[in-house]
């Protein structure tokens, strides 16, 4: 979710009042609805396995994004979690030369760009995953990803990604999901797609999306079941930290609120108060749980997150991920440092980290950062 749009979307509910029109800020609801996630029947968790069943015994998944501005957890946390599982060979691929700029935090080599994926694998990938992008029109992506499923792969827009498939004309008659925030303008884009509710994902003839960005997690375990089976993925879900995983959401539960959007409005506005947080490269760190802290640190309007290393060199994470440090540091000041909690699992760094935004902010910043992020904390 861009933190731009949202600030935007805020500061005209702030800026009415001061224009006579108070009334609008105070129509927002004042909570979210308190919704339960309706059970998802299992011949539709049956069908969604069957959807997602690969062409090869061993399947190719091509996680795609643009080289200015793709969302990093969108573009990690499936590369790191399908890489762990060691089901599928992973790659991440930009639509051009050059390291991939994350949003809001991170900066990543990719392993090649699309034209070099297509001159080595003609016939395609099983599985394109599409993550958030700062473009949904972007002419190399949308071309691409309309090549890909013409070969057959199976198409995953990862949260505010449906917006980048339905560009791409491959949702026009579908059943479709996106995060909460993006719902209206996907609709409005893209008419055609039929919206289904209370599901964290949605799979239609040959293409796949997902609720907010946490989302990633059940949907790479879902596709890791269909590709290996259900032991495997509960082998791989307790690594990640998690005791389930479904389509199950309530819709409901993530709405634009007043106390969210006062909070983001305050924290904004509070910029004598906004702080650089380092977050530290070690080899080895896991990236599914580094790239959860970075993005929940940089979504509370309070602080940014700068990635530092002892050497300038890029830095290799536990599944591959060569990560570009903002800088060379080894002395960041000690109460303004971030944690990936490398001892935890990565589920449960994402609650950690949440537990520190609110010691350190209170918890509408926590909920707030939660909410972007979609996930029912």
């Given at each position: 979710?861009?933190?731009?749009?949202?600030?935007?979307?805020?500061?005209?509910?702030?800026?009415?009042?001061?224009?006579?029109?108070?009334?609008?800020?105070?129509?927002?609801?004042p909570a979210t609805a308190a919704a339960e996630a309706p059970a998802v029947p299992r011949e539709?968790?049956?069908?969604?396995?069957?959807?997602?069943?690969?062409k090869r015994a061993r399947p190719l998944v091509a996680v795609v994004g643009i080289n200015d501005a793709t969302e990093t957890t969108d573009y990690l946390m499936p590369t790191g979690i399908l890489r762990r599982a060691n089901v599928a060979d992973v790659v991440m691929l930009a639509t051009g030369r050059g390291p991939v700029q994350l949003y809001p935090a991170l900066k990543v080599e990719p392993d090649a760009t699309v034209?070099?994926?297509?001159?080595?694998?003609?016939?395609?990938?099983?599985?394109?995953?599409?993550?958030?992008?700062?473009?949904?029109?972007d002419p190399a992506v949308?071309?691409?990803?309309?090549?890909?499923?013409?070969?057959?792969?199976?198409?995953?827009?990862?949260?505010?990604?449906?917006?980048?498939v339905g560009a791409a004309g491959l949702l026009d008659g579908k059943r479709a999901t996106t995060h909460w925030y993006y719902l209206g303008e996907m609709l409005k884009r893209s008419p055609m797609v039929a919206y289904v509710a209370d599901r964290r994902m949605v799979a239609d003839a040959g293409v796949v999306t997902t609720t907010g960005i946490t989302a990633?997690?059940?949907?790479?375990?879902?596709?890791?079941?269909?590709?290996?089976?259900?032991?495997?993925?509960?082998?791989?879900?307790?690594?990640?930290?998690?005791?389930?995983w479904s389509a199950r959401h309530a819709s409901a539960a993530f709405r634009f609120t007043r106390p969210f959007a006062?909070?983001?409005l305050a924290n904004s506005l509070a910029f004598w108060n906004h702080e650089d947080f380092g977050l530290r490269l070690a080899p080895g760190l896991d990236e599914v749980s580094l790239a959860l802290a970075a993005d929940a640190w940089s979504r509370t309007y309070r602080s940014s997150v700068t990635i530092y290393a002892a050497a300038s060199d890029t830095v290799t994470s536990r599944n591959g991920v060569r990560i570009i440090p903002d800088r060379t540091d080894t002395t960041w000041p000690e109460d303004r440092r971030a944690s990936a909690f490398p001892g935890s699992k990565p589920a449960e760094a994402l609650d950690q980290t949440l537990n520190a935004?609110?010691?350190?902010?209170?918890?509408?910043?926590?909920?707030?950062?939660?909410?972007?992020?979609?996930?029912?904390?």
């Amino acid at each position: 979710m861009s933190k731009s749009w949202l600030i935007w979307s805020v500061a005209a509910l702030v800026t009415l009042p001061a224009l006579g029109f108070g009334g609008w800020l105070f129509s927002l609801p004042p909570a979210t609805a308190a919704a339960e996630a309706p059970a998802v029947p299992r011949e539709e968790a049956e069908a969604m396995l069957a959807s997602l069943k690969p062409k090869r015994a061993r399947p190719l998944v091509a996680v795609v994004g643009i080289n200015d501005a793709t969302e990093t957890t969108d573009y990690l946390m499936p590369t790191g979690i399908l890489r762990r599982a060691n089901v599928a060979d992973v790659v991440m691929l930009a639509t051009g030369r050059g390291p991939v700029q994350l949003y809001p935090a991170l900066k990543v080599e990719p392993d090649a760009t699309v034209a070099e994926f297509d001159a080595t694998h003609p016939d395609g990938a099983d599985y394109v995953i599409v993550p958030a992008m700062s473009r949904d029109d972007d002419p190399a992506v949308l071309a691409w990803l309309r090549s890909q499923a013409k070969k057959g792969a199976t198409v995953i827009g990862v949260c505010a990604g449906a917006k980048v498939v339905g560009a791409a004309g491959l949702l026009d008659g579908k059943r479709a999901t996106t995060h909460w925030y993006y719902l209206g303008e996907m609709l409005k884009r893209s008419p055609m797609v039929a919206y289904v509710a209370d599901r964290r994902m949605v799979a239609d003839a040959g293409v796949v999306t997902t609720t907010g960005i946490t989302a990633s997690m059940p949907m790479m375990l879902t596709l890791i079941e269909a590709i290996a089976g259900r032991a495997r993925a509960e082998a791989v879900a307790r690594d990640l930290g998690l005791k389930e995983w479904s389509a199950r959401h309530a819709s409901a539960a993530f709405r634009f609120t007043r106390p969210f959007a006062m909070t983001v409005l305050a924290n904004s506005l509070a910029f004598w108060n906004h702080e650089d947080f380092g977050l530290r490269l070690a080899p080895g760190l896991d990236e599914v749980s580094l790239a959860l802290a970075a993005d929940a640190w940089s979504r509370t309007y309070r602080s940014s997150v700068t990635i530092y290393a002892a050497a300038s060199d890029t830095v290799t994470s536990r599944n591959g991920v060569r990560i570009i440090p903002d800088r060379t540091d080894t002395t960041w000041p000690e109460d303004r440092r971030a944690s990936a909690f490398p001892g935890s699992k990565p589920a449960e760094a994402l609650d950690q980290t949440l537990n520190a935004i609110a010691a350190r902010y209170g918890e509408p910043t926590a909920d707030a950062v939660a909410m972007q992020l979609e996930y029912p904390r």
